[in-house]
């Protein structure tokens, strides 16, 4: 499949590969066909250029995708016969998979887990414990009662015994489960699909066409994100995240749908961050969908940064819960009013 990149006009003139992997995590307990139980399944996407180069695509990167054209499909036959895509590209994005999301996955699930299942098990303890004691004791004093004559009409202690062993076994069979729970195991990673992706700036470039402007010379949306701008604002927002005593990582070669990940040392939780930087004076900012999806998925955690830059001097803004609804169906990104989404937001510090 071909597709075209729109988001990134005029900005890659390379065509890259994105395979999509699925990857499954099951524990030691079966279902009712006798197979393990799947307990996380997550979809993949991989970007794969020429040089050899294999990254995390991110959790939505087809947002930005779209078919070719009619007029585009003569372009074909070039696109899809350069020599690198003949080679094995599954398997070495297998062997990504394998080293690099595989055990991420993997550590996430099993962190999650172990908190509920350790949650779990005190809890199974606690109550079943509390009911064999209850059902031992109350089948020594029926025994002692009996002994001397007294008799229960609707219980004795053989019945009270009874159900205290079977709360035993009870207890050892879900403590067993608990058990298998625990012990996950990841499945090998498998290939279901790929794209051939070609960014329109390439595709611009082979059918000659010179009429198509930059868009990012659009004095009102773009012409303040330059990369000084950019490089000042990641900056800036690495900083406040170090004063408040986060760990923030760059990510935004990963495309991830937000460019910071900033880990809680108290907790290991992760705030993930979109920067946004803009010069004194713009008055608008340009979100896209994969963006914007991203905050709705992870609602407590996702902070939108928007950072004023004049000159040197930048002001930086955290707006939590920016986007209220997803953007329409054919919607790639979404043109924002800086003032308004300025007044929802606070300074960090």
């Known amino acids: 499949v071909l597709v075209t990149h729109v988001a990134t006009l005029f900005v890659f003139q390379r065509f890259y590969v994105a395979p999509l992997l699925e990857h ?39 947002l930005d995708y779209r078919p070719l054209h009619k007029e585009e499909e003569a372009l074909r036959p070039q696109l899809s016969s350069a020599p690198w895509l003949t080679s094995d ?32 098990e005190a809890a199974v303890n606690e109550r079943l414990t509390k009911e064999i004691s209850y059902w031992d004791a109350r089948a020594a004093f029926l025994q002692e009662q009996e002994a001397a004559g007294k008799t229960n009409a609707r219980l004795n202690s053989h019945l009270a015994q009874q159900r205290a062993d079977e709360l035993q076994a009870r207890l050892t069979r879900r403590l067993a489960e608990l058990h298998e729970e625990r012990n996950l195991s990841p499945l ?17 470039a082979l059918r000659g066409d010179t009429d198509n402007a930059d868009i990012s010379n659009t004095p009102a949306l773009f012409a303040h ?44 939780q992760l705030r993930f961050i979109e920067v946004k930087g803009r010069v004194q004076g713009a008055t608008h900012v340009i979100v896209t969908k994969n963006e914007i999806l991203t905050a709705l998925n992870k609602p407590d955690a996702f902070i939108l940064a928007l950072v004023e830059v004049d000159g040197q001097q930048t002001s930086t803004h955290y ?25 929802k937001g606070a300074s960090p510090l």
Do not use: W
Request: net charge neutral; glycine share 6%.
């Open 188 to 204: 090998p990673p498998v290939i279901v699909g790929g794209l051939l992706v070609v960014p329109q700036g390439l595709l611009n």
């Open 225 to 268: 994100d330059t990369r000084r701008v950019e490089l000042l604002a990641m900056q800036a927002v690495m900083h406040v995240e170090q004063r408040l005593g986060y760990e923030p990582r760059d990510v935004s070669a990963e495309k991830c749908g937000y460019d910071i990940e900033s880990r809680v040392p108290a907790t290991g």
């Open 89 to 120: 590209l599954a398997a070495q994005a297998r062997r990504y998979a394998i080293t690099q999301l595989v055990p991420h996955h993997l550590h996430e699930v099993t962190k999650r887990r172990e908190a509920q299942i350790s949650k779990t």
């Open 24 to 62: 499954t995590i099951q524990d030691a307990r079966t279902d009712a066909t006798g197979q393990r139980r799947v307990v996380s399944r997550q979809l993949h996407f991989l970007e794969m250029n020429e040089q050899g180069t294999i990254s995390n695509a991110g959790y939505a990167p087809f």
């Open 319 to 343: 707006v939590m819960r920016p986007f209220q609804s997803e953007p329409d169906f054919a919607a790639t990104s979404v043109v924002y009013d800086l003032a308004r989404l300025l007044h």
